[in-house]
């Protein structure tokens, strides 16, 4: 299994709704991120986990909250968003120990808020 | 932090020609220095990576040069077909690891 899985797809959810996206991957990677890219730019980092510990929060508002339950899964979840925070939410993941790691990408779950 | 500055930020080729696009970066302990390709509605995916002990690097028709003295590093696209049409990023990553993107050059081939 040579990729990064992400569901749903997509999602629609208002301000007040509590929802979660999810990352898988099974390369052995130790190394998860998650990103938000919005229409025609780069993806921005939002959260790096290490060994599924967190390393890196980019200074990411507390309406987003990210898990790491284990090696294989990443969690992020969203409660009490805002319709800026509509966007493509990309997870990421590499191997660790070596800053050439390539960093694969998942698929992204597009989200609307309403 | 790191900052990398893209250029041009849309770039159109008649299909055969070359493409380049050129990323400058800030901070000089950055050491690799991958490139991304976004179709629409598609996630990013390498196409190629340097590291800042090679100076050029070649798979097929895409080749990226490095230049550390300079902190820019280039994408040249040979041959160009209608199916390297699509948003490329170039990136470092900086001395703690984060990968800093640059802003994206939409390239189109027209046939």
């Known amino acids: 299994d040579t990729e990064v899985t992400q569901t749903p797809k997509h999602l629609v959810m208002g301000m007040t709704n509590k929802k979660s996206l999810k990352c898988e991957q099974h390369m052995g990677h130790r190394a998860m991120y998650w990103y938000k890219q919005k229409a025609k730019k780069p993806p921005e980092l939002m959260f790096v986990y290490s060994y599924e510990k967190l390393s890196i929060n980019e200074s990411v508002p507390s309406r987003f909250s990210p898990e790491c339950p284990n090696s294989s899964l990443l969690n992020l979840h969203l409660h009490a968003l805002q319709p800026e925070d509509s966007a493509l939410y990309l997870c990421a993941s590499s191997l660790l120990g070596s800053r050439y790691n390539e960093q694969f990408f998942g698929p992204g779950t597009r989200l609307t808020v309403l | 932090g790191e900052n990398v500055e893209q250029h041009p930020s849309t770039l159109s080729v008649q299909e055969g020609d070359s493409a380049v696009i050129k990323c400058t970066y800030s901070d000089s302990a950055s050491n690799y220095f991958p490139w991304y390709k976004q179709e629409l509605g598609k996630r990013p995916q390498l196409i190629i990576d340097i590291r800042s002990n090679v100076g050029e690097k070649k798979d097929q028709r895409i080749a990226v040069t490095l230049n550390k003295t300079a902190k820019h590093f280039s994408l040249h696209i040979t041959e160009t077909q209608p199916e390297d049409s699509a948003v490329y990023f170039c990136?470092?990553?900086?001395?703690?690891?984060?990968?800093?993107f640059g802003a994206g050059t939409q390239v189109v081939v027209t046939p």
């Open positions: 990136a470092a990553r900086n001395s703690w690891g984060k990968l800093q």
